[in-house]
């Protein structure tokens, strides 16, 4: 396999994003929400039908832990890409909002810079010996040894029929599992990026905005009163 394809492909589904959120950015918002929103009921379908069968029929099926682990690990890390887009991340800024303002939009952009930087550490680790780090790794090698290795998951299997139809292996490829690895990081990446050039204009403030406590005494506050 090409040492850059996983690269390219990676980077045309960031540009697909980046172009389709230039033309209708609600549109972008409602797939990411349809495909967490999916991801999350199939993990509940799953769990419950592996339950019934389980304790109701003393059967079930082999495969529904690894699946529901694998759809969990997707909406993860798919999810913390459209988790740092809307501010949802927790973060704690009690220190941050002390400091002049100057200063406080620059460690905001350190924030996000962080977060880019985890990102990149994350998909491929060997830039790092610019700097004397004797590393290699990264969600890119790994997707890259899995894929051309092409092992098979331990308990997840095709269908007979389909095995017989396509003439594929009798066990899912590791490879097929673990794609959302560069793609999650890379949009998450791609996500941090978009955050420091927002709060560089002013359109945003930090790259994390978690006041969920606080805004829950605000929204009942009258509640509290009485």
């Not at 019934?52 to 029929?57: E, I, L, N, Q, T």
């Not at 495969?63 to 529901?68: K, M, V």
């Given at each position: 396999?090409n040492?850059?394809?996983?690269?390219?492909?990676?980077g045309?589904?960031?540009a697909?994003?980046?172009?389709?959120?230039r033309?209708?950015p609600?549109?972008v918002?409602r797939?990411?929400?349809?495909?967490?929103?999916?991801?999350?009921?199939?993990?509940?379908?799953v769990?419950?039908?592996?339950v019934?069968?389980?304790?109701?029929?003393n059967s079930g099926?082999t495969?529904?832990?690894?699946?529901?682990r694998?759809?969990?690990?997707?909406m993860?890390?798919?999810?913390?890409?459209?988790?740092?887009?809307q501010?949802?991340?927790?973060?704690v800024?009690?220190?941050?909002?002390?400091f002049?303002?100057?200063?406080?939009r620059?460690?905001a952009?350190?924030?996000?810079?962080?977060?880019?930087?985890?990102?990149?550490i994350?998909?491929n680790?060997?830039?790092?010996?610019?700097?004397?780090a004797?590393t290699?790794?990264?969600?890119?090698?790994y997707?890259?040894?899995?894929?051309?290795?092409?092992i098979?998951?331990?308990?997840?299997?095709?269908?007979e029929?389909?095995?017989?139809a396509?003439?594929?292996?009798?066990?899912?490829?590791?490879?097929?599992?673990?794609?959302?690895?560069?793609?999650?990081?890379?949009?998450?990446g791609?996500?941090?990026?978009?955050?420091?050039v927002?709060i560089?204009?002013?359109?945003?403030?930090?790259?994390?905005?978690?006041?969920?406590a606080?805004?829950?005494?605000?929204?009942?506050?009258?509640v509290l009163?009485?």
């Open positions: 396999m040492t850059y394809l996983p690269y390219l492909i990676m045309a589904v960031i697909l994003f980046w172009i389709a959120e033309r209708n609600d549109s918002t797939f990411e929400e349809n495909v967490l929103a999916v991801l999350l009921a199939l993990i509940t379908i769990s419950f039908t592996q019934v069968a389980r304790y109701g029929f099926w495969g529904a832990l690894e699946l529901t694998i759809l969990f690990a997707w993860i890390l798919f999810g913390m890409s459209y988790g740092l887009k501010g949802m991340h927790l973060g800024d009690a220190l941050l909002r002390l002049p303002k100057p200063l406080f620059f460690f952009i350190f924030g996000a810079a962080c977060a880019f930087l985890y990102a990149a994350l998909i680790s060997a830039w790092l010996g610019i700097f004397g004797d290699n790794g990264g969600a890119m090698v997707w890259s040894k899995m894929y051309q290795i092409g098979g998951l331990d308990d997840l299997r095709y269908p029929w389909m095995q017989d396509f003439g594929v292996k009798e066990r899912v490829q590791r490879w097929i599992a673990y794609l959302i690895l560069p793609i999650g990081l890379g949009l998450f791609f996500r941090a990026l978009q955050a420091m927002a560089w204009r002013g359109d945003r403030e930090l790259v994390i905005a978690g006041h969920e606080e805004d829950l005494v605000a929204e009942n506050r009258n009163k009485d």
